[in-house]
């Protein structure tokens, strides 16, 4: 037994090798079934196993498509490769808050200099309020407001209260009292940036189209799927 397991791990990469023109490193053990000495042969051959912690049910005879369960959880691995479902990738999503946030502020920035100063103090509040304004908008536009992001941005929002008016930690920061007409920028900048995201967000591209439902798997015979 050990020598047929020895012979099937060293012999049948090479019909992959073949066609991929790279050597085989990963190892699928089938049906994830596990042996100590199917692992010891595997590290003998310097082979890594792929297994995996949550079953699709994909494989079960019958099964129309992928149980929803799962199905968010490929979703949320799709999220992390970079793939937004819906459209748009997460670079993109990036790069939109990020123009949201650089445009207020750099605006409120500039005005703030031109009126003879606290341009550090009115770039600095911007850029946190304009971020802080983008999540609590965000949840809007879901429908929801996770309790720990409510609490993040409440804390958030205290922080920056506490860096402009501790005069300790304010001149730390080497930021100023702000003045109303300060305040009033800084208000502009956050109400500019939810406008800005809620004008993007209408100029976005249309959901891309969902893939058809799989077939139907064959019955089972003999009680193993064909």
Do not use: K
């Not at 020895?6 to 085989?24: F, M």
Request: net charge neutral; aromatic share 4%.
């Amino acid at each position: 037994m050990p020598a047929a397991i020895r012979e099937q791990l060293d012999t049948h990469p090479y019909a992959i090798e073949r066609a991929a023109g790279a050597p085989v490193s990963l190892f699928r053990p089938p049906y994830g079934e596990r042996t100590p000495v199917v692992d010891a042969t595997a590290r003998a051959l310097g082979l890594v196993q792929v297994l995996w912690s949550t079953d699709s049910a994909d494989s079960r005879a019958g099964v129309q498509g992928i149980e929803p369960t799962h199905a968010d959880q490929l979703d949320g691995v799709g999220r992390n490769c970079g793939e937004r479902v819906g459209g748009g990738s997460e670079q993109q999503e990036a790069l939109r808050r990020g123009g949201v946030t650089a445009v207020p502020a750099l605006a409120a920035y500039v005005l703030a200099a031109r009126m003879g100063g606290q341009g550090q103090t009115v770039a600095f509040t911007s850029i946190v309020a304009t971020q802080l304004t983008q999540t609590v908008e965000l949840g809007r536009s879901e429908g929801r407001l996770a309790p720990s992001v409510a609490g993040a941005v409440i804390a958030s929002a205290g922080l920056l209260a506490t860096a402009v008016l501790a005069a300790p930690l304010r001149s730390f920061l080497g930021l100023a009292a702000p003045t109303p007409a300060s305040l009033l920028l800084i208000g502009g900048a956050a109400a500019g940036a939810v406008l800005l995201s809620r004008v993007l967000a209408r100029l976005a591209l249309p959901a891309m189209p969902s893939l058809p439902p799989p077939a139907p798997m064959p019955a089972a015979v003999g009680g193993r799927s064909l």
